[in-house]
């Protein structure tokens, strides 16, 4: 069965560009969340979708981010314009169901540079 | 609030040794679920075990067991007869019955098996 699906796997950028992270969830999973992992703050959920309605947005970091769910099977996490600290891995995961303790499955993780 | 940690910041072994990472939780919840997940040095985070609150019972699957104990707020995780492969950082991580499906992770131990 495939997993979460993320792209793209490695990202470069340059500040002030715009950078588009791409997530498919796993087939049947109705929640979604991305994560972002860093050395000083470690794994924090960024944010949390529900049957495609964003539930909890309250880790985004600033208006410079914005998440959509157009889809049960895409989601996408944006940041413009890009700063450098905003180099971090970007993860998308996906659950079975919306009610806390369902396990939770990671995708492979993208990988930022903002230079 | 919820809290959890995990005090080894790095561990190394020699092949064949076992090793216990510890983790040690803090939430206001009777209900909750605990979790481990693996991040080889690929990067993606691997699910391990997912436990309620309410089921102490340890778990055994094949080099790695789970000791549970709520008295002392604990769910730490022995790989017995470690091997290479086992090479990894460790991430515990909570999730509470109330408010947004959400995990809150710990720092992560970052496991080292020596050949």
């Known amino acids: 069965d495939a997993g979460v699906i993320q792209s793209p796997r490695h990202e470069v950028t340059e500040m002030g560009q715009e950078v588009t992270l791409r997530c498919k969830p796993i087939?049947?999973?109705?929640?979604l969340f991305w994560y972002r992992q860093t050395m000083m703050r470690g794994l924090e959920l960024l944010i949390y979708f529900n049957n495609n309605v964003p539930i909890d947005d309250s880790g985004m970091p600033e208006d410079r981010f914005s998440a959509k769910m157009p889809n049960a099977s895409f989601s996408t996490l944006k940041i413009q314009p890009s700063e450098p600290r905003d180099s971090a891995v970007y993860f998308c995961?996906?659950?079975?169901?919306?009610?806390?303790?369902?396990?939770?499955?990671f995708g492979e993780g993208s990988w930022l540079t903002v230079v | 609030a919820q809290k959890v940690t995990q005090a080894q910041t790095e561990i190394s072994v020699v092949e064949k040794e076992d090793v216990t990472l510890d983790c040690v939780y803090e939430t206001r919840d009777t209900t909750y679920y605990l979790f481990w997940y693996k991040q080889p040095p690929s990067g993606e985070l691997v699910f391990l075990i997912r436990r309620n609150s309410f089921d102490e019972q340890n778990e055994i699957s094949g080099r790695y067991s789970w000791n549970f104990q709520k008295s002392t707020s604990s769910f730490n995780f022995t790989i017995t007869a470690s091997q290479v492969v086992d090479s990894a950082v460790y991430f515990c991580a909570l999730s509470e019955a109330t408010g947004a499906n959400n995990l809150f992770f710990g720092t992560g131990t970052r496991l080292t098996v020596i050949p």
């Open positions: 087939s049947g999973h109705n929640s």
């Open positions: 995961a996906s659950s079975p169901q919306g009610f806390s303790g369902n396990t939770i499955y």
